[in-house]
């Protein structure tokens, strides 16, 4: 049975202002995600948004367990087939109009840990009209997940909300690779449980008022069929289709949840 940590008010008001200073870097790297940049500007950007905000980028040096060697950016940039964990500042992409972008960020304020994602297609969804249906599918299920999170919900209730909508879609075009998915956050970046985004309703641990979560769907084009590459993170899609990623980090309160990495 995994150890699900009960945050106190004091820790979740400071993993809300965490969350407040991740949205805002967040959003500020998004507005300057466009063509001719690289991702390695972004990840320089990134760091040095974080010095301005009094926060350490939670990645930079991070080796979850598994992995060859800790992470050598601020932030995961994955671009176009890259599913999740793509290195910004190693072999940096000039990025495109039409490219499909996840910015997903981990952030230490005051010692507690927050996590977000965003994905947006370069220079406006008419770039990429598949990409663009991509991400309003990944955060309609992610809205559906938050939607019904409260005490008692169950992981597996969070996995079937997500599954809903994306298997929902016009007959589940896209696909969910199910060795993906969310996770226990503030103390650490990565705590129990783990938050699948697929399952059945009334499995999985129960939910309590104090824990916190980070819910984040993510979505495969076509196959979920994935490589990892020889740098020890970077996931891509074999069949080179697209992939994108939101990503939230929730409190569980008394009545229902309230989303933290928001502004
Ligand atoms: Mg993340
Ligand atoms: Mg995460």
Do not use: W
Not at 77 to 83: D, K, R, T
Not at 115 to 134: C, F, P
Not at 148 to 169: F, S, W, Y
Not at 254 to 261: A, M, N, Q, R
């Amino acid at each position: 049975m995994s150890k699900i940590i009960i945050y106190t008010k004091k820790e979740i008001e400071i993993l809300k202002e965490g969350g407040k200073i991740l949205y805002t870097i967040l959003h500020t790297l998004k507005d300057e995600t466009l063509e001719n940049v690289s991702t390695k500007d972004l990840d320089t950007r990134a760091r040095g948004l974080c010095i301005e905000h009094n926060a350490i980028p939670a990645f930079l040096n991070y080796t979850p367990g598994g992995a060859p060697r800790p992470f050598p950016g601020s932030i995961c940039i994955s671009v176009n087939h890259e599913v999740v964990h793509g290195i910004p500042n190693e072999k940096p992409r000039v990025l495109k109009k039409g490219d499909v972008v996840t910015l997903d960020m981990g952030l230490k304020f005051k010692d507690m840990f927050t996590d977000s994602a965003i994905t947006l297609v370069v220079g406006g969804g008419e770039y990429n009209k598949v990409g663009q249906e991509m991400i309003d599918v990944a955060t309609r299920s992610l809205n559906n997940a938050i939607d019904m999170l409260k005490p008692g919900v169950r992981t597996g209730d969070i996995g079937q909300a997500i599954e809903d909508v994306v298997r929902g879609n016009k007959g589940g075009k896209f696909k969910i690779p199910i060795i993906l998915g969310g996770h226990g956050i503030g103390h650490s970046i990565h705590e129990d449980p783990f938050i699948p985004n697929f399952g059945k309703r009334g499995e999985g641990v129960i939910l309590k008022e104090g824990n916190v979560i980070a819910i984040e769907p993510i979505l495969t084009e076509k196959s979920t069929a994935m490589n990892q590459l020889s740098d020890g993170y970077t996931f891509v899609t074999q069949d080179k289709s697209l992939a994108v990623h939101v990503e939230h980090t929730i409190v569980v309160t008394k009545d229902g949840c309230e989303i933290v990495t928001i502004g």
